[in-house]
């Protein structure tokens, strides 16, 4: 089947540009505080003066370093201020982001500066330093100045390179004195073709690529995401408060802290770190809520662990409440995302006993909106949200798309679906394939330096091809799998690994889920648990462990995963149902290469790394050879 959702079209003012956007909430503020980071564990406000004002010094700085149109400023930190004030700094001159992951080790760190050409690396500490020098220079031919923002363990480096972020900025004062409108001009030079970042793909089969985002593309995924059927209704405002804690080198998290963030003068709060999340959200009590369902599958394990160990009174609340909540979630999603009369009362009375006391607790008491994307989520989870009242749906995009394609809305929600195309998105099903095309003006140029790459990605008509496949239901997409991921088992039958695995991951005791069954007799899996919880649960029996290899070797802990596995398998016909699994022996690591930046499993490195236990499970019967192929492109998939 092929279906074309319609394409209305948004008109965008031609300089819309997130940077000017965020000038003119400075100039004119509709709230006196922009940004919000700690300090010393106190949070600390930034206004939108200050936003601005650092974002111009950054400008200026990179001027006086000579940064030209079209030039490449890298940034390796986590989430904070610094961070936002670079990538608009660059933009304002018109010069490009390049964004790094905080767990990128040093061989990736000298890969992507050195294809993006980066003339300028902004640093946060002694760690990402180190990963740049430790590189043979002759690697970085481009890279000129190094600015780092800690000074700590850094400060007696030798290399001609090294500015520290207080002297970066100094030169930008210089600069301004000298230079008052130089900015300014390249301000209102700013076109819809401008090149503004370069994301760079997560890598699951090969080298990552630079995905060249534009100006155009920015701007028409503000339009989207804010339209009438955008991801938040009403839109985010000036009223709203988020957290920003999802990599800011990803477009997802792109898309909310800086471009809805300055464009709609809402409040971003940094967290301190993934680490410390769940004690951020409390502190926030965020209204806009972007999260992926890792995120969403600790904080329900967390809960649930947490009242296991309750008092008996307090976990026959829970076990009565909880169960009330997955019938509210139930029966909302059979009504679109709407209450009935009954699930009203259900969730007013829920609200005293149990509800409101979760949500503040899990720091979503104001939350009007979540929405998940990047990865499918389970749909046990989407019910327990729903059913304790988070409205919560699931959204679907890439990198080459900006993070735009399909969401469901909060009051049409159908359940496993990723939503309906947003407005102004062309979106249809290859007739042969089912691979979901999508063609708008967020769809990217291409990827850098990569010509025969972006051919393989974009079609002559204009098609992206997103290597993932779909299928209608009613108006709503499912995704069913990456392409390059379907499994065909030995009898021919094609089974979408993901969702087994997502139903896995939905146990508290389960961290990674890895399905395994192409060209195979049946299907097996191999199991991540999650240390942290599973630790507890053993400790609490008092079954004694020293490491993660010796704590998943347990028969105990065996037996308690086989539990969760025979679990999921009364969710799935026999023949997706997991026959066999292994319990991996160590946690999956990105300096492994057994998983990327984004936490997204390296299939292929999995099946050569614990090729010994996948053929244990099959007791020692290897597939045939496999048949001639093209390999699918590398793409960011995710919803």
């Given at each position: 089947?092929?279906?074309?959702?319609?394409?209305?079209?948004?008109?965008?003012?031609?300089?819309?540009?997130?940077?000017?956007?965020?000038?003119?909430?400075?100039?004119?503020?509709?709230?006196?505080?922009?940004?919000?980071?700690?300090?010393?564990?106190?949070?600390?406000?930034?206004?939108?003066?200050?936003?601005?004002?650092?974002?111009?010094?950054?400008?200026?700085?990179?001027?006086?370093?000579?940064?030209?149109?079209?030039?490449?400023?890298?940034?390796?930190?986590?989430?904070?201020?610094?961070?936002?004030?670079?990538?608009?700094?660059?933009?304002?001159?018109?010069?490009?982001?390049?964004?790094?992951?905080?767990?990128?080790?040093?061989?990736?760190?000298?890969?992507?500066?050195?294809?993006?050409?980066?003339?300028?690396l902004?640093?946060?500490?002694?760690?990402?330093?180190?990963?740049?020098?430790?590189?043979?220079?002759?690697?970085?031919?481009?890279?000129?100045?190094?600015?780092?923002?800690?000074?700590?363990?850094?400060?007696?480096?030798?290399?001609?390179?090294?500015?520290?972020?207080?002297?970066?900025?100094?030169?930008?004062?210089?600069?301004?004195?000298?230079?008052?409108?130089?900015?300014?001009?390249?301000?209102a030079?700013?076109?819809?073709?401008?090149?503004?970042?370069?994301i760079?793909?997560?890598?699951?089969?090969?080298?990552?690529?630079?995905?060249?985002?534009?100006?155009?593309?920015?701007?028409?995924?503000?339009?989207?995401?804010?339209?009438?059927?955008?991801?938040?209704?009403?839109?985010?405002?000036?009223?709203?408060?988020?957290?920003?804690?999802?990599?800011?080198?990803?477009?997802y998290e792109?898309?909310l802290?800086?471009?809805?963030?300055?464009?709609?003068?809402?409040?971003?709060?940094?967290?301190?770190?993934?680490?410390?999340?769940?004690?951020?959200?409390?502190?926030?009590?965020?209204?806009?809520?972007?999260?992926?369902?890792?995120?969403?599958?600790?904080?329900?394990?967390?809960?649930?662990?947490?009242?296991?160990?309750?008092?008996?009174?307090?976990?026959?609340?829970?076990?009565?409440?909880?169960?009330?909540?997955?019938?509210?979630?139930?029966?909302?999603?059979?009504?679109?995302?709407?209450?009935?009369?009954?699930?009203r009362v259900?969730e007013?009375?829920?609200?005293?006993?149990l509800?409101?006391?979760?949500?503040?607790?899990?720091?979503?008491?104001?939350?009007?909106?979540?929405?998940?994307?990047?990865?499918p989520?389970?749909?046990?989870?989407?019910?327990?949200?729903?059913?304790?009242?988070?409205?919560?749906?699931?959204?679907?995009?890439?990198?080459?798309?900006?993070?735009?394609?399909?969401?469901?809305?909060?009051?049409?929600?159908?359940?496993?679906?990723?939503?309906?195309?947003?407005?102004?998105?062309?979106?249809?099903?290859?007739?042969?394939?089912?691979?979901?095309?999508?063609?708008?003006p967020?769809?990217?140029?291409?990827y850098?330096?990569?010509?025969?790459?972006?051919?393989?990605?974009?079609?002559?008509?204009?098609?992206?091809?997103?290597?993932?496949?779909?299928?209608?239901?009613?108006?709503?997409?499912?995704?069913?799998?990456?392409?390059?991921?379907?499994?065909?088992?030995?009898?021919?039958?094609?089974?979408?690994?993901?969702e087994?695995?997502?139903?896995?991951?939905?146990?508290?005791?389960?961290?990674?889920?890895?399905?395994?069954?192409d060209r195979?007799?049946?299907?097996?899996?191999l199991?991540?648990?999650?240390?942290?919880?599973?630790?507890?649960?053993a400790?609490?029996?008092?079954?004694?462990?020293?490491?993660?290899?010796?704590?998943?070797?347990?028969?105990?802990?065996?037996?308690l995963?086989?539990?969760?596995?025979?679990?999921?398998?009364?969710k799935?016909?026999?023949?997706?149902?997991?026959?066999?699994?292994?319990?991996?022996?160590?946690?999956?690591?990105?300096?492994?290469?057994?998983?990327?930046?984004?936490?997204?499993?390296?299939?292929?490195?999995?099946?050569e790394?614990?090729?010994?236990?996948?053929?244990?499970?099959?007791?020692?019967?290897?597939p045939?050879?496999?048949?001639?192929?093209?390999?699918?492109?590398?793409?960011?998939?995710?919803?």
């Open positions: 089947m092929t279906a074309t959702a319609p394409a209305p079209t948004i008109d965008l003012p031609p300089t819309a540009a997130p940077v000017l956007r965020l000038r003119a909430h400075a100039t004119d503020p509709p709230s006196p505080v922009a940004l919000r980071e700690k300090h010393l564990g106190i949070w600390q406000d930034i206004t939108w003066q200050e936003y601005w004002d650092h974002a111009e010094l950054v400008a200026h700085g990179l001027l006086a370093l000579g940064i030209e149109v079209g030039d490449r400023v890298a940034v390796h930190s986590e989430n904070r201020f610094e961070w936002v004030a670079t990538d608009f700094g660059a933009q304002a001159i018109r010069a490009a982001c390049v964004g790094l992951y905080p767990t990128n080790p040093a061989p990736e760190v000298g890969y992507m500066l050195a294809d993006a050409g980066a003339r300028v902004v640093a946060e500490d002694q760690e990402q330093v180190d990963k740049v020098l430790q590189l043979d220079r002759a690697e970085l031919p481009d890279l000129e100045v190094i600015v780092y923002l800690e000074e700590r363990g850094v400060r007696d480096y030798d290399d001609d390179r090294l500015l520290k972020w207080v002297d970066f900025l100094d030169r930008g004062r210089a600069h301004r004195e000298s230079h008052p409108h130089a900015v300014d001009e390249r301000l030079a700013i076109t819809d073709d401008d090149l503004a970042l370069l760079y793909t997560s890598g699951t089969t090969g080298p990552p690529k630079g995905a060249m985002i534009t100006i155009g593309n920015i701007n028409f995924a503000i339009a989207a995401t804010t339209s009438p059927t955008g991801f938040f209704q009403p839109p985010v405002g000036p009223g709203d408060m988020l957290l920003s804690y999802l990599p800011l080198c990803h477009v792109r898309l802290t800086c471009w809805q963030g300055a464009s709609q003068g809402a409040t971003v709060h940094f967290a301190e770190s993934i680490d410390t999340v769940t004690r951020d959200l409390t502190e926030v009590q965020p209204t806009i809520f972007a999260t992926v369902p890792r995120i969403l599958e600790k904080m329900h394990a967390g809960v649930s662990v947490r009242m296991a160990s309750a008092s008996r009174l307090k976990r026959a609340n829970w076990k009565a409440w909880t169960s009330v909540a997955r019938r509210i979630g139930t029966t909302k999603v059979a009504n679109d995302g709407n209450h009935t009369a009954g699930t259900l007013a009375v829920g609200d005293v006993f509800f409101r006391a979760l949500k503040e607790r899990l720091g979503l008491q104001h939350c009007r909106a979540a929405i998940s994307g990047a990865a989520i389970a749909p046990e989870l989407l019910e327990f949200f729903m059913g304790i009242g988070v409205p919560i749906s699931e959204a679907y995009g890439q990198t080459e798309n900006c993070a735009v394609a399909t969401a469901n809305p909060l009051d049409d929600i159908v359940l496993g679906t990723v939503g309906m195309p947003l407005e102004g998105i062309e979106l249809r099903l290859d007739d042969q394939t089912g691979e979901i095309l999508v063609r708008h967020a769809v990217f140029p291409g850098w330096n990569r010509p025969d790459a972006t051919a393989e990605t974009i079609d002559a008509d204009g098609w992206l091809h997103t290597g993932d496949v779909g299928e209608w239901v009613g108006d709503h997409l499912k995704i069913v799998d990456r392409i390059k991921d379907i499994i065909i088992t030995a009898g021919g039958k094609n089974i979408s690994p993901s087994i695995e997502n139903s896995l991951k939905t146990s508290p005791f389960v961290k990674e889920a890895i399905v395994i069954g195979r007799k049946f299907i097996s899996a199991v991540g648990i999650d240390d942290e919880v599973v630790g507890n649960w400790q609490a029996r008092k079954i004694p462990y020293t490491t993660y290899r010796d704590l998943s070797e347990r028969p105990e802990v065996v037996e995963v086989a539990g969760e596995v025979a679990a999921t398998n009364d799935f016909a026999r023949v997706e149902q997991v026959k066999e699994f292994r319990l991996l022996p160590k946690l999956l690591d990105h300096d492994d290469g057994e998983v990327t930046a984004t936490q997204k499993v390296k299939r292929s490195a999995i099946a790394i614990f090729a010994d236990l996948i053929e244990d499970m099959y007791g020692g019967g290897r045939p050879a496999d048949p001639p192929t093209t390999a699918a492109p590398d793409r960011e998939g995710g919803r």
